[in-house]
């Protein structure tokens, strides 16, 4: 079973559209938790971390389930600029940052 | 503000040849820093991290090294490259001294091994 898992798509969504991803992971002593955005051809980019009691970022909110395991992003209102592959982050603890393999958007208009 | 600069941004080398990577990073200290590869399609594999001047973790056995001459100067060095060296390489850091914190990458290096 991998660390972190994610669905790796592609979703294809209209403009919009509200999209969710999800992701599990297997560590149960893991602290901390993010989404980041990755661009084509581009470094990933931290887009948000995860606590515990859920937040949210304008058009995007998040959500952890740690009895679970898994977390949330939620995208509404979906733009075109939000195409790009979101990766899953869980940290274990120092040192020990895994990310999932990315789950790819496209946001067509 | 702190930034993190990586070079060379693209690289082409043929088998058998050395690699040498560079980062650093400003506008912080005693950070904590890291080498990830991103292979076609994949998620991000680390590689090595780092936690001080000349203390070097490895994650995957593999005939890459990294060094971390200054603190915030990390170097990734290969003598003899693979073409399954081929990838994106990315150099990470995260303020050493507080704990869950994310992770800020530099623009990346895209190595081709021919």
């Known amino acids: 079973r991998k660390e972190v898992e994610q669905d790796p798509g592609p979703f294809n969504v209209p403009e919009g559209a509200t999209v969710a991803f999800n992701c599990t992971y297997s560590?149960?002593?893991?602290?901390?938790f993010f989404w980041y955005r990755q661009d084509c051809r581009k470094e990933p980019k931290l887009l948000m971390s995860v606590y515990s009691s859920g937040n949210e970022d304008g058009r995007f909110t998040a959500q952890l389930n740690r009895a679970s395991q898994y977390i949330s992003l939620l995208i509404r209102d979906s733009k075109l600029s939000d195409s790009a592959t979101y990766l899953c982050?869980?940290?274990?603890?120092?040192?020990?940052?895994?990310f999932g393999a990315g789950t790819r958007l496209t946001v067509k208009p | 503000s702190q930034t993190i600069h990586q070079w060379p941004a693209t690289l082409v080398q043929p088998v058998g040849s050395p690699l040498s990577l560079e980062c650093t990073v400003e506008g912080t200290s005693n950070p904590n820093l890291y080498w990830y590869r991103q292979a076609a399609g994949r998620g991000l594999q680390l590689l090595f991290y780092s936690v001080g001047i000349g203390q070097i973790s490895s994650e995957v056995p593999q005939n890459l090294s990294a060094s971390r001459p200054q603190d915030r100067q990390f170097i990734l060095s290969s003598k003899k490259l693979l073409l399954s060296d081929s990838g994106f390489y990315l150099c990470?850091?995260?303020?050493?001294?507080?704990?869950?914190?994310?992770?800020?990458f530099g623009n990346g290096t895209r190595l081709t091994v021919t």
């Open positions: 560590n149960s002593a893991s602290q901390s």
């Open positions: 982050v869980v940290n274990g603890g120092r040192s020990d940052m895994r």
């Open positions: 990470a850091w995260d303020p050493g001294a507080l704990r869950n914190s994310p992770l800020h």
